[in-house]
């Protein structure tokens, strides 16, 4: 019964993401955007759970009604479960969006440079490239939401030579046109 609860539970949430973008069809527009949000993220070998804040802008540009392509960049600070060391992460990266009316899907590829801070200094630094999946809503007013899962596995140091990292960021931003 739980099995076939949650299939027509994901059913009906499809079926009503589908009725919001036919009632909201628009094209993507170009223009520049900024976004802020939280970020969860988990490093199974360096330093666990942290939590924190995030910072990025987009170019976005249309390619079609369907497609548009979005390069960014974004940084991150977050607070780990360990005291005293701080994670620091820069990425920059390429997103190609499917427009579902104001709704987008696609994956991105990035690049990534984490700095590990503990006591005041950094002791290492993981980078590498990523892959991840994002989706979100844009208002024709230039408002969106934004839900981003990045694994950015098998980054590089001396002392972790095969890091896996993940991180989940909820951003909320404004697009000018």
């Known amino acids: ?37 939280g970020v969860h993220s988990n490093d199974s070998d360096v ?25 960014f960049l974004l940084i991150s600070s977050v607070t780990t479960d360990i005291n005293n060391l701080d994670v620091y992460n820069g990425e920059g990266g390429l997103q ?8 987008f899907l696609g994956p991105q590829f990035l690049f990534h440079d984490t700095l590990l801070k503990q006591n005041g200094t950094v002791g290492q630094s993981l980078y590498g490239p990523a892959f991840g999946l994002t989706a979100g809503w844009e208002s024709p007013s230039g408002w969106s939401v934004m839900l981003e899962a990045n694994a950015l596995e098998n980054g590089t140091t001396q002392s972790v030579p095969k890091n896996n990292r993940s991180d989940v960021l909820l951003l909320v931003g404004y697009r000018w046109h």
């Open 1 to 37: 019964m739980g099995t076939s609860s949650a299939s027509r539970g994901l059913r009906m949430l499809g079926l009503f993401l589908l009725c919001l973008g036919a009632l909201d069809a628009r094209a993507a527009d170009n223009g520049i955007a900024l976004y802020v949000g």
């Open 47 to 71: 330093y666990g759970t942290s939590r924190g804040a995030a910072f990025g802008v987009d170019a976005q540009f249309v390619v079609n009604e369907d497609w548009s392509f979005n390069p």
């Open 96 to 103: 190609a969006r499917y427009w579902i009316g104001s709704w």
